[in-house]
């Protein structure tokens, strides 16, 4: 199964956290793992933040390398701007939301991997398929 994964998901994959169960079931039936690439300065800054170890390091390392990353130019951040209006979602959620959107035109079978309470109920009243 073709996964794109938020922030909120991957980081339970590298600390024991309340998501930690429900992110490794995600992580075990993934196939093709997909993200927007700032997915990597959230995580990173994540790690910081938490002082990470350096095992935890070497398992965001190792999970990074499965990701492809979805770039999302600048000549797109007008229209996220615009959905966002009504999405009402923090600026990086919704930069997520739209790269996967944008994603499942390509991977119509994509399915959304996030734990982000407001990100998670847009997708759902939208329609997005989830994990």
């Known amino acids: 199964m073709?996964?794109?994964w938020d922030t909120s998901a991957v980081v339970p994959l590298v600390f024991n956290e309340l998501h930690t169960a429900s992110a490794l079931q995600a992580y075990q039936k993934g196939?093709?793992?997909?993200a927007w690439d700032w997915l990597a300065v959230e995580a990173e800054a994540a790690l910081s933040r938490r002082k990470a170890l350096n095992s935890q390091w070497?398992?965001?390392?190792?999970?990074?390398?499965?990701f492809q990353w979805v770039h999302l130019p600048s000549r797109e951040w007008p229209e996220i701007r615009k959905l966002n209006r009504h999405w009402?979602?923090?600026?990086?959620?919704?930069?997520?939301?739209?790269?996967?959107r944008r994603a499942c035109s390509i991977l119509p079978d994509l399915r959304l991997?996030?734990?982000?309470?407001?990100?998670?109920?847009l997708a759902s009243k939208k329609g997005f398929r989830l994990i």
């Open 31 to 34: 196939a093709g793992f997909f």
């Open 58 to 66: 070497e398992k965001w390392s190792e999970i990074s390398r499965l």
């Open 2 to 4: 073709d996964l794109f």
């Open 113 to 121: 991997v996030t734990f982000d309470d407001e990100q998670l109920s």
């Open 88 to 100: 009402m979602l923090r600026a990086a959620d919704a930069a997520h939301l739209y790269a996967f």
